[in-house]
């Protein structure tokens, strides 16, 4: 089984193509199943912070569209491929009840919890913080959070845990507090049986930017998720047709070499394993 659940449409604004050409490019990549998980607006933000921070989510109106587009694709495409409708939300935390008419209004298959920003420290994305030099206060904010957001009901799996080292300057002279704090993250998902997704871009920023593989946190995580044996899902994170299940063939041989060899699916937001291959 191959299946890329992490993958964005034109809805939320800033991926380009159109749903169709993932679908025709997840055929094409051989993929068994494909989960669209767009961007849901940022539902936490009061009018007038909508109008001063940037919002890279869809906007509310066009939920219903996007999921009857899928809809549709799913019911045409049925004898080629599955197609899976998810959402990718930010948590933030306390704000479940803002976030539960989104989920409750459709028959989502699985939903993706991720952080792009940190209220405590700023509404911005978390790139608005790439060239601060102090940033282990973040780190650890970071991953409290991502704690957090294993035990919201309104979390499937946690996606891209390498968002901040691949957006925020990576504190080498915390590399041990950093490794325990994602090593404790870990821990929290095995307790919660949760998922943690594996994300292509974290493995190719590990490729690109790690010297050794002492210094890699990403090889890190990986081991982490092994130890504890969590259930992870797979995602390219793809915002263009194209990126459909990028880096897969590696990404799934480096899963095998570390005895990782199931991935979990989703169907109405009940997990089943199937076998990677």
Known sequence: ?????????????HAHGKVIQYVHSAISSGL???GFSDHLGRYYLSKSQKRRYWDWGMDEKNIGRYYSELSDLQEIFSKEISIKIGLEVDYIEGAEELLKPFIDSFKFDFILCSIHCMPHFSW??????SKRTETLPLYKEYFRLARSALHSPYCDSLAHLDFIWRNVSYP??????ILQEIAETVYTAAQLNRCIEINANGYIWSRAHSSSEAFDPFMFLIDQIQLYNVPVTMGSDAHDPMMVGKAF?????????????????????????????
Do not use: W
């Open 172 to 177: 080498l002279s915390a590399h041990d507090n």
């Open 1 to 13: 089984m191959l299946a890329d659940y992490h993958v964005h449409t034109p809805y939320c604004g």
């Open 249 to 277: 063939e590696d990404l799934v041989a480096l899963l095998k070499s570390r005895n990782i060899c199931t991935v979990q699916l989703f169907s109405d937001r009940e997990p089943h394993s199937a076998e990677i291959g």
């Open 32 to 34: 068994h199943e494909i």
């Open 124 to 129: 911005e994305h978390l790139s608005y913080f």
